[in-house]
Protein backbone atom coordinates (compact mmCIF):
# COMPACT_ATOMS: atom_id res chain seq x y z
CA UNK A 1 0.00 0.00 0.00
CA UNK A 2 1.61 3.61 -0.67
CA UNK A 3 2.28 5.79 2.39
CA UNK A 4 0.38 8.65 1.01
CA UNK A 5 -3.05 5.92 2.06
CA UNK A 6 -1.65 4.68 5.28
CA UNK A 7 -3.93 6.14 7.68
CA UNK A 8 -2.23 8.11 10.63
CA UNK A 9 -3.62 7.41 14.22
CA UNK A 10 -3.93 10.37 16.97
CA UNK A 11 -4.71 9.36 20.22
CA UNK A 12 -6.06 12.14 22.77
CA UNK A 13 -5.27 10.67 26.05
CA UNK A 14 -7.11 12.78 28.11
CA UNK A 15 -10.20 12.12 26.56
CA UNK A 16 -9.37 8.64 25.27
CA UNK A 17 -10.85 9.25 22.19
CA UNK A 18 -9.39 7.81 19.07
CA UNK A 19 -9.38 10.34 15.99
CA UNK A 20 -8.45 8.60 12.54
CA UNK A 21 -7.01 10.89 9.73
CA UNK A 22 -6.58 10.23 6.01
CA UNK A 23 -3.79 11.84 4.28
CA UNK A 24 -4.43 12.11 0.84
CA UNK A 25 -7.48 10.67 0.23
CA UNK A 26 -10.66 12.20 1.24
CA UNK A 27 -13.23 9.92 -0.41
CA UNK A 28 -11.41 7.26 1.43
CA UNK A 29 -13.77 5.73 3.67
CA UNK A 30 -12.31 3.61 7.17
CA UNK A 31 -14.57 2.23 9.77
CA UNK A 32 -13.61 1.53 13.16
CA UNK A 33 -15.33 -1.42 14.83
CA UNK A 34 -17.30 -0.45 18.17
CA UNK A 35 -18.11 -3.23 20.54
CA UNK A 36 -22.03 -2.93 21.22
CA UNK A 37 -23.00 -2.35 25.19
CA UNK A 38 -24.60 -4.91 26.72
CA UNK A 39 -27.30 -2.00 27.75
CA UNK A 40 -27.91 -2.18 23.42
CA UNK A 41 -28.45 -5.73 23.06
CA UNK A 42 -31.85 -5.61 23.53
CA UNK A 43 -31.95 -8.67 25.83
CA UNK A 44 -34.71 -10.47 26.73
CA UNK A 45 -35.90 -10.46 30.60
CA UNK A 46 -36.23 -14.05 32.18
CA UNK A 47 -40.27 -13.28 31.91
CA UNK A 48 -40.25 -11.72 28.48
CA UNK A 49 -38.29 -15.00 27.49
CA UNK A 50 -40.97 -17.26 29.27
CA UNK A 51 -43.58 -15.92 26.86
CA UNK A 52 -41.94 -15.82 24.03
CA UNK A 53 -42.30 -18.29 21.46
CA UNK A 54 -40.16 -20.94 21.25
CA UNK A 55 -38.03 -23.21 18.66
CA UNK A 56 -40.29 -26.47 18.42
CA UNK A 57 -36.79 -28.36 19.79
CA UNK A 58 -36.31 -30.02 22.94
CA UNK A 59 -32.41 -31.03 23.53
CA UNK A 60 -31.95 -34.16 25.19
CA UNK A 61 -29.23 -35.15 27.55
CA UNK A 62 -28.14 -38.79 27.25
CA UNK A 63 -25.88 -39.61 30.31
CA UNK A 64 -23.85 -36.41 29.86
CA UNK A 65 -21.30 -36.42 32.66
CA UNK A 66 -19.41 -32.81 32.18
CA UNK A 67 -21.16 -29.98 34.41
CA UNK A 68 -19.23 -27.57 32.31
CA UNK A 69 -21.05 -29.29 29.17
CA UNK A 70 -24.51 -29.08 30.55
CA UNK A 71 -24.00 -25.33 31.19
CA UNK A 72 -22.52 -24.52 27.78
CA UNK A 73 -25.83 -26.40 26.40
CA UNK A 74 -27.90 -24.62 28.66
CA UNK A 75 -26.69 -21.39 27.38
CA UNK A 76 -27.22 -22.18 23.93
CA UNK A 77 -30.51 -23.42 24.52
CA UNK A 78 -31.71 -19.83 25.56
CA UNK A 79 -29.67 -18.14 23.18
CA UNK A 80 -31.68 -19.94 20.26
CA UNK A 81 -35.42 -20.32 22.50
CA UNK A 82 -35.33 -23.90 22.89
CA UNK A 83 -38.26 -25.03 24.51
CA UNK A 84 -36.58 -27.38 26.78
CA UNK A 85 -33.77 -29.29 28.19
CA UNK A 86 -34.26 -33.09 29.15
CA UNK A 87 -31.71 -34.21 31.54
CA UNK A 88 -31.23 -38.28 31.62
CA UNK A 89 -29.39 -40.83 33.64
CA UNK A 90 -25.76 -39.69 34.74
CA UNK A 91 -26.50 -35.77 33.61
CA UNK A 92 -26.89 -33.19 36.80
CA UNK A 93 -29.25 -30.97 37.30
CA UNK A 94 -29.30 -27.52 38.39
CA UNK A 95 -29.00 -25.77 40.82
CA UNK A 96 -24.99 -26.49 40.77
CA UNK A 97 -22.07 -24.45 40.84
CA UNK A 98 -20.31 -25.63 38.37
CA UNK A 99 -23.35 -25.55 35.67
CA UNK A 100 -24.00 -21.85 36.44
CA UNK A 101 -20.03 -21.25 35.69
CA UNK A 102 -20.96 -22.08 31.58
CA UNK A 103 -24.67 -21.21 32.13
CA UNK A 104 -24.26 -18.00 33.39
CA UNK A 105 -28.12 -17.75 34.48
CA UNK A 106 -29.89 -19.98 31.72
CA UNK A 107 -30.93 -22.78 34.23
CA UNK A 108 -33.00 -19.78 35.51
CA UNK A 109 -35.14 -18.92 31.62
CA UNK A 110 -34.79 -22.61 30.23
CA UNK A 111 -37.07 -25.00 30.70
CA UNK A 112 -35.71 -28.06 31.79
CA UNK A 113 -36.61 -32.08 33.38
CA UNK A 114 -34.94 -34.62 35.22
CA UNK A 115 -35.32 -38.99 33.72
CA UNK A 116 -33.81 -41.39 35.66
CA UNK A 117 -33.26 -42.72 31.79
CA UNK A 118 -33.17 -41.35 28.29
CA UNK A 119 -35.47 -44.18 27.40
CA UNK A 120 -38.28 -42.82 29.51
CA UNK A 121 -37.57 -39.23 28.02
CA UNK A 122 -37.78 -40.25 24.89
CA UNK A 123 -41.20 -42.31 25.24
CA UNK A 124 -42.68 -38.91 26.71
CA UNK A 125 -41.65 -37.02 24.04
CA UNK A 126 -43.05 -39.87 21.37
CA UNK A 127 -46.30 -39.39 23.21
CA UNK A 128 -45.99 -35.53 22.21
CA UNK A 129 -45.18 -35.88 18.51
CA UNK A 130 -41.66 -35.03 18.31
CA UNK A 131 -39.51 -36.57 15.74
CA UNK A 132 -36.37 -37.83 17.34
CA UNK A 133 -32.77 -37.06 15.99
CA UNK A 134 -29.70 -38.39 17.26
CA UNK A 135 -26.47 -36.14 16.80
CA UNK A 136 -24.66 -39.02 16.70
CA UNK A 137 -22.23 -40.77 13.56
CA UNK A 138 -24.90 -43.53 12.07
CA UNK A 139 -24.80 -45.71 9.34
CA UNK A 140 -27.84 -44.63 7.06
CA UNK A 141 -27.39 -40.94 8.69
CA UNK A 142 -27.58 -37.64 7.43
CA UNK A 143 -25.12 -34.34 7.29
CA UNK A 144 -26.37 -31.27 9.49
CA UNK A 145 -26.67 -29.35 6.22
CA UNK A 146 -28.22 -31.77 4.21
CA UNK A 147 -31.28 -32.32 6.89
CA UNK A 148 -34.64 -30.74 5.81
CA UNK A 149 -35.55 -28.83 9.43
CA UNK A 150 -39.45 -27.98 8.73
CA UNK A 151 -41.89 -26.19 10.59
CA UNK A 152 -44.34 -28.13 11.25
CA UNK A 153 -42.86 -30.66 13.04
CA UNK A 154 -41.31 -30.79 16.49
CA UNK A 155 -37.88 -32.20 17.25
CA UNK A 156 -36.08 -33.92 19.76
CA UNK A 157 -32.24 -33.60 19.31
CA UNK A 158 -30.39 -36.12 21.31
CA UNK A 159 -26.94 -35.33 22.52
CA UNK A 160 -24.99 -38.16 23.90
CA UNK A 161 -22.15 -39.26 26.55
CA UNK A 162 -18.70 -37.33 25.78
CA UNK A 163 -16.81 -40.84 25.14
CA UNK A 164 -19.29 -43.28 24.32
CA UNK A 165 -21.32 -40.93 22.63
CA UNK A 166 -25.83 -41.87 22.31
CA UNK A 167 -26.44 -44.69 23.91
CA UNK A 168 -26.92 -48.07 21.78
CA UNK A 169 -30.63 -48.50 23.31
CA UNK A 170 -31.57 -45.38 22.27
CA UNK A 171 -30.58 -45.05 18.79
CA UNK A 172 -32.96 -48.34 18.23
CA UNK A 173 -35.34 -46.04 18.86
CA UNK A 174 -34.86 -42.66 16.82
CA UNK A 175 -36.30 -42.22 13.70
CA UNK A 176 -32.97 -39.92 11.89
CA UNK A 177 -29.40 -39.32 12.99
CA UNK A 178 -27.25 -36.15 11.92
CA UNK A 179 -23.87 -35.87 11.84
CA UNK A 180 -21.68 -32.24 11.26
CA UNK A 181 -19.44 -32.79 8.72
CA UNK A 182 -15.66 -32.48 9.22
CA UNK A 183 -12.52 -33.04 7.55
CA UNK A 184 -9.61 -33.13 10.56
CA UNK A 185 -8.29 -35.83 12.11
CA UNK A 186 -10.91 -36.29 15.04
CA UNK A 187 -13.98 -36.75 13.50
CA UNK A 188 -15.84 -35.17 16.87
CA UNK A 189 -16.60 -32.16 18.78
CA UNK A 190 -17.41 -31.26 22.32
CA UNK A 191 -20.79 -31.92 23.09
CA UNK A 192 -21.31 -28.07 23.80
CA UNK A 193 -19.82 -26.93 20.57
CA UNK A 194 -21.75 -29.74 18.90
CA UNK A 195 -24.71 -28.18 19.90
CA UNK A 196 -24.27 -24.38 19.50
CA UNK A 197 -23.42 -26.15 15.57
CA UNK A 198 -26.39 -28.01 15.48
CA UNK A 199 -28.77 -25.35 17.47
CA UNK A 200 -27.70 -22.80 14.83
CA UNK A 201 -28.58 -24.53 11.85
CA UNK A 202 -32.07 -25.48 13.04
CA UNK A 203 -32.70 -22.07 14.38
CA UNK A 204 -31.36 -20.41 10.75
CA UNK A 205 -33.76 -22.74 9.04
CA UNK A 206 -36.64 -23.04 10.86
CA UNK A 207 -36.98 -18.87 11.00
CA UNK A 208 -35.99 -18.15 8.21
CA UNK A 209 -38.22 -16.06 6.11
CA UNK A 210 -40.50 -18.12 3.47
CA UNK A 211 -39.95 -16.91 -0.15
Known sequence: MADSLLP????????????????????????????????????????EFKLSTKLPVIIV????????????????ADA?????????????????????????????????K?????NEAMNELIKKGFTLIAIEQAEGGTTLDAFSFTRDHRYALIFGHEIYGVGEDVMEKVEAAIEIPQAGTKHSLNI????????WEVFSKLTKPKV
Open 8 to 47: TYFRNRNERTLFLFVLSSPSLFISIMRKIKNAELGRKSID
Open 61 to 76: LDNVRSLHNIGSVFRS
Open 80 to 112: FLVEAVYLCGITACPPHREIEKTALGATESVTW
Open 114 to 118: YFAST
Open 192 to 199: AVCAGIVL
